[in-house]
C-alpha cells in the first residue's frame, strides 16, 4: 500500500513510463490543479496536500493493467479534474487519450491543462456520453463517473471484446460486480494502492446476455 507522498513518487519512478519529461510534466500539472482549485473546485482542498497520492498515483496505477499498444485510443468517461485522463496522456504520451466531460468550466481547465503540457495525443470530448459519437476503444477508464450497471448501459458501445475496462470503485467496488446482472463479463476486483479498501473493477465484456425466451 502506498501510504504518503514518498512512497506515491517512489512508485512512480519505478514505471516503464517515467521519465525526465514525464516527471516535469506531472510537476507542472500537479501546479496547476493547485491554481485552479482557488478558482473552482476541482478536487477537495485537503486532497491537494497528498496530489501525488490521491490523485497522480491513483491514476497511474491503472497503466499497470493495459499493454503499451492497445487498438484504439483510451477513453476516458467523466473526467472532470482531468483524473486519470491527464495522468494516463503525460506517461504514456503516444496513445491517444479521449477525455470526455460534459461541464463547461471542466471542460475548459482540461482543454488548458492539456495544452500547457504539450499532450498532443490528448483530446477533449466536450459533450454529454450520450451524445459521443460511437469509437473503439482499446482502454476505457471512469473514475467515480456513474454506477455500473448504468455505465455500461451509457457505454458498452465504445468497447470491444478485446477493450480493458479499468472502473475504480471505492469500497463499493465487489458490491456493484456482484449486483451486476444482463451482461458477459470477465471483470474482477482489484486492491486500490492508494486507498485501503477501495477496489478497481478491472477486465473486458463480451456484450448483453441473450433474454431467455
Same mark, same amino acid.
Given at each position: 500500500?502506498?501510504a ?10 519505478? $514505471? ?9 510534466? $506531472? ?24 496530489v ?13 493493467y ?17 483524473? *486519470?485522463?491527464l495522468?494516463? @496522456? ?29 499532450l498532443?495525443?490528448?483530446e477533449?470530448?466536450?459533450e454529454?456520453?450520450?451524445?459521443? *459519437? ?11 463517473? @456513474? *454506477? $455500473? ?46 486507498? *485501503? ?9 463480451s456484450?448483453?446476455?441473450?433474454r431467455?425466451?
Amino acid at each position: 500500500m502506498i501510504a504518503d507522498e514518498a512512497q506515491a513518487h517512489a512508485w512512480l519512478s519505478s $514505471l516503464p513510463e517515467w521519465d525526465d519529461l514525464a516527471r516535469e510534466r $506531472l510537476e507542472r500539472l500537479a501546479n496547476l490543479l493547485r491554481e485552479e482549485n482557488t478558482r473552482q473546485n476541482l478536487v477537495s482542498g485537503p486532497s491537494l496536500l497528498e496530489v501525488w497520492r490521491r490523485h497522480i498515483t491513483d491514476s497511474a496505477q491503472l497503466l499497470t493493467y493495459v499493454l503499451r499498444e492497445t487498438e484504439g485510443p483510451w477513453l476516458d468517461l467523466g473526467t472532470g479534474a482531468g483524473f *486519470p485522463g491527464l495522468v494516463i @496522456a503525460i506517461l504514456r504520451p503516444e496513445t491517444p487519450v479521449c477525455m470526455v466531460e460534459s461541464r463547461a468550466r471542466r471542460i475548459d481547465w482540461l482543454e488548458r491543462a492539456r495544452s500547457e503540457l504539450g499532450l498532443e495525443k490528448a483530446e477533449v470530448i466536450g459533450e454529454r456520453l450520450e451524445r459521443v *459519437p460511437d469509437r473503439k476503444a482499446g482502454a476505457i477508464s471512469a473514475r467515480a463517473f @456513474a *454506477p $455500473l450497471d448504468k455505465l455500461l448501459d451509457l457505454s458498452a458501445r465504445f468497447s470491444t471484446t478485446d477493450t480493458v475496462w479499468l472502473l475504480p470503485k471505492g469500497a463499493r467496488a465487489q458490491h456493484e460486480l456482484d449486483a451486476l446482472g444482463g451482461w458477459n463479463h470477465m471483470f474482477h476486483v482489484e486492491q486500490s494502492l492508494t486507498e *485501503p479498501g477501495a477496489g478497481i473493477i478491472v477486465g473486458t465484456l463480451s456484450g448483453r446476455k441473450a433474454r431467455k425466451s
